[in-house]
């Protein structure tokens, strides 16, 4: 005699499945962290890549699930702040201006920590010139021309054009300039005499100069260490274990890598200066 199986109980079975299919899928978490190109993407990959390692590490013991943290390296620094402002990543590393412009387009956005450099939230700007330039002064810029990285870029921009500016150079005084983008590319552009000076960060100056690239600092100008920062909507418990897991980062490897010692408190104060560097920006080109 054949048994036959009612509506009811397939019902009953499809939900049990379909409960099963919701339960497997909630044991993971997917998330994605944003950079953008302010050196090489190879270089930038290199640098993230141990650090995020760590931190899936530490979020899957703090979330109790399986976290995937997918790195997206953008082209730019304007792409890099609309993957943050419209959602497309979750998390993003910027520099201080990048940080100021993108919470300005979506103000929800929030500091999660803050690099430690040697234990503080400073470090340098350098402007250089060619290793056998004759200028030894910022003042000594007037009448040549001028490399600078990208045009939302905090050292490349913003600070190093403030630093001219206090030393009496505005840009009516450069023969020329241009925006390179990169760090790595302000730095070989000077080095190869394309321009008389150029504004990059310390670290990649001291890289190219490791590499035996000619080129000579002739200013230094402080910055506030870069930001880890969250999208506006980013969900609360995610938020919050993804700040605690950058506080309590320990690992000596992965932090080497980053060239950090580790991660600090941070606020949308601490970046006030940066704000103040934007907004009298326009004096530059006047």
């Keep these: 005699m054949k048994k036959t199986i009612s509506v009811r109980t397939i019902l009953a079975i499809l939900l049990t499945l379909f409960g099963l299919s919701n339960a497997l899928a909630n044991t993971g978490l997917s998330l994605n962290f944003g950079v953008y190109t302010s050196d090489k993407p190879t270089e930038v990959v290199k640098q993230f890549k141990p650090v995020l390692e760590v931190l899936e590490k530490s979020l899957s013991e703090k979330l109790g699930l399986s976290v995937d943290i997918h790195l997206q390296v953008a082209s730019t620094y304007q792409k890099g702040i609309a993957n943050l402002v419209d959602g497309t990543v979750d998390f993003a590393r910027f520099g201080p201006a990048s940080y100021v412009l993108a919470k300005e387009k979506a103000p929800g956005i929030e500091v999660l920590a803050m690099e430690s450099k040697k234990g503080g939230k400073v470090f340098y700007g350098i402007i250089c010139v060619p290793g056998d330039s004759p200028i030894f002064e910022v003042s000594e810029l007037k009448g040549k021309s001028f490399a600078f990285g990208d045009e939302r870029s905090t050292i490349g921009r913003y600070l190093s054009q403030q630093h001219l500016l206090e030393h009496g150079i505005s840009a009516k005084y450069l023969t020329d300039y241009e925006y390179l983008g990169r760090h790595d590319r302000v730095g070989a552009a000077v080095a190869r005499k394309q321009f008389d000076a150029g504004a990059l960060k310390e670290s990649t100056f001291k890289k190219l100069v490791a590499k ?34 950058l506080l309590e980062m320990k690992d000596p490897a992965a932090l080497k890598v980053l060239k950090k010692n580790g991660f600090l408190e941070g606020s949308d104060d601490d970046y006030s200066i940066i704000r103040q560097a934007i907004a009298t920006n326009p004096a530059f080109f006047q």
């Design 212 to 245: 035996g690239m000619p080129i000579r600092a002739i200013a230094s100008f402080p910055n506030v260490t870069k930001p880890w920062i969250a999208r506006n909507d980013l969900n609360s418990d995610h938020r919050d274990a993804i700040r605690a897991a």
